[in-house]
Every structure is written in structure tokens, then in C-alpha cells.
């Protein structure tokens, strides 16, 4: 019976049987094996077909893939995050926005972000450099990389050179420019190189927090930056703490960890944000 039931697989716990005490007998093993045989098999499940269409890749698409792909390969990425009020750029960017209109420039955010990273380069100068094996190779021209989405087509990077000889109106032009060419598909291979740091403005399109990938390799980091929103802080006004709603928005550097290690970061951050927060109103 224990050659039986072992060659036809059956487990003795779940059959009845017929012998004297319940005993299982040859006659009751081979009826449950016939009984089995019999049953009609369970009907395979059909699965509903996915439904779906195939986009191919772009030229441009397959570009930012294989520069996204080589740059996590190749750098070890460690992103810091810190809070920035934008309190003072926003009253400064009201107040000045008439007189850059006449000019036929539009003051936005991200001109301030780019004057603000020329004063962080100043306090930590080896953010603005590049990784080599043998070196680490630091401008003294700060070309700030400024990522624009084109929609479903991606993105591209146009570069505001020598960010810090110019004012924040000059700032301000040159990025209204270089969108305009960007959104128009009319990008000459200059204006987008030489670049020495990247900023993502991803908060443009609702963004509270990422930790972008560094773009263009060998550059060392990149600035995200995201939406401005009020949020709920807490200030000391006249020696006591008071709750205000406050524009608040979170500020990340993210940075290739070979080249640049927590200090620098956190300096380079400290330094951005306290340029950010203190604004002067003229």
C-alpha cells in the first residue's frame, strides 16, 4: 500500500477507507486514482488582452536617456534639501516688474534663482566645476544651465553665460531669449554648451520636491527647486514666536558625492537660500 500511494501520489490523510477499521485497501486507492482521471479538467483562464500603442523613441528622446543612464552610472548622487522664503524675491520681483516691462523683459523667478547661485558659487567656488579622474576642474565663469520642458518632446538645456557679469535684468533677458529660441525649435548648438551648473525649475509645473539627476556629466551638481506656495511657518516677530502663511518652496542640490561632499553642500545651500530670503527691496 506504501509503494501505491507513493507511485500514484496520493495522501493517505484525505481518502476514506473501505478495509476492516477504515483501513485503506489496493481497491480503494485505485478507484480514488479512477475518480480523478475522470474529472474534467479545470478550464484554462483567459486573461483579458492588454490594450495599449506603441510611441517610438525620438532623436531627442533617446538622447536624454543615454545621458540620464551615463550620468547615474557614472556618479555616486547624494541630494540635500533645505526650505527657502521667497517672501523677499516675490515683493522685490512686484515692485520692479513695471520697470522691466518697459524694457520688454518679464522678471521671472528664475532669474533671481540664477543671480542667487552666482552669489553661492562665491561662498563654495568647487560646486561650479567638473569631475576629471586626475582633478577637479573649477571655472571662474559661472555658465548656469537652465532646464526647459518641451512638452511631450523633452527637454533642453540652454546656458546663461557668464551669469556672473550680468545684472538681474541682464539675467532676465538672456532667459526670455533662450525660451523663446527653445520653444521655437531654434536652438543653435552654442546655446547649449559650455555649461558649468544646471538648475531645474521643475515647481513650474507643480512640483513641490524632487532630486534631479545631473544632467550634463562631468558638472558635479544640480539645483531643483519647486513650487512657491504658502505654507504654515513659524517666525519670532518682536522677540515671540508668531505662525504666518509665508511663499515657501523647497530647494534641493543634488551632487556627484566624488567631487563634493556634505559641507560643501550644505554650505553652497545655506548661502543660496539666505541669498533668496534677503533680498534687498531696491
Known amino acids: 500500500m506504501r ?15 473501505s478495509g476492516k477499521d477504515g483501513r485503506l485497501t489496493r481497491q480503494d486507492v485505485e478507484e480514488e486514482v479512477t475518480r480523478r482521471q475522470a474529472r474534467p479538467a479545470a478550464p484554462a483562464e483567459v486573461k483579458p488582452a492588454l490594450r495599449s500603442h506603441r510611441i517610438p523613441h525620438d532623436a531627442m528622446r533617446r538622447r536624454i536617456a543615454e545621458h540620464m543612464a551615463h550620468s547615474v552610472a557614472t556618479a555616486p548622487h547624494v541630494t540635500a534639501v533645505f526650505e527657502a522664503d521667497f517672501g523677499a ?7 520692479h516688474k513695471a520697470a522691466f516691462e518697459r524694457q520688454g523683459v518679464a522678471p521671472t523667478v528664475t532669474a533671481y534663482l540664477v543671480q542667487a547661485c ?24 559661472v555658465n548656469i544651465g537652465i532646464g526647459t520642458a518641451l512638452g511631450d518632446k523633452g527637454l533642453v538645456v540652454p546656458v546663461v553665460q557668464r551669469a556672473q557679469s550680468l545684472s538681474l535684468l541682464g539675467i532676465a533677458a538672456r532667459l526670455q531669449e533662450a525660451t523663446a529660441l527653445a520653444r521655437a525649435g531654434r536652438l543653435a548648438p552654442a546655446d547649449v554648451q559650455g555649461g558649468t551648473f544646471t538648475i531645474s525649475n521643475h515647481g513650474v509645473s507643480g512640483s513641490l520636491l524632487a532630486a534631479p539627476i545631473i544632467i550634463n556629466q562631468p558638472q558635479v551638481a544640480i539645483l531643483g527647486v519647486g513650487k512657491v506656495e504658502k505654507r ?32 560643501q553642500t550644505n554650505a553652497w545651500l545655506t548661502r543660496f537660500v539666505e541669498t533668496i530670503e534677503t533680498w534687498p527691496a531696491e
Open 118 to 141: 552666482v552669489a553661492a558659487m562665491k561662498a563654495v567656488p568647487t560646486v561650479n566645476s567638473r569631475w576629471h579622474d586626475d582633478a577637479l576642474e573649477v571655472f571662474a565663469d
Open 232 to 263: 504654515v511657518v513659524v517666525r519670532e516677530v518682536d522677540g515671540a514666536d508668531a505662525v504666518l502663511a509665508r511663499p515657501m518652496a523647497y530647494v534641493s542640490l543634488t551632487i556627484d558625492h566624488r567631487a563634493l561632499d556634505g559641507a
Open 89 to 95: 524675491v516675490l515683493a522685490h520681483r512686484q515692485a
Open 3 to 17: 509503494k501505491l500511494l507513493v507511485e500514484t501520489g496520493l495522501d493517505p490523510a484525505g481518502l476514506t477507507g
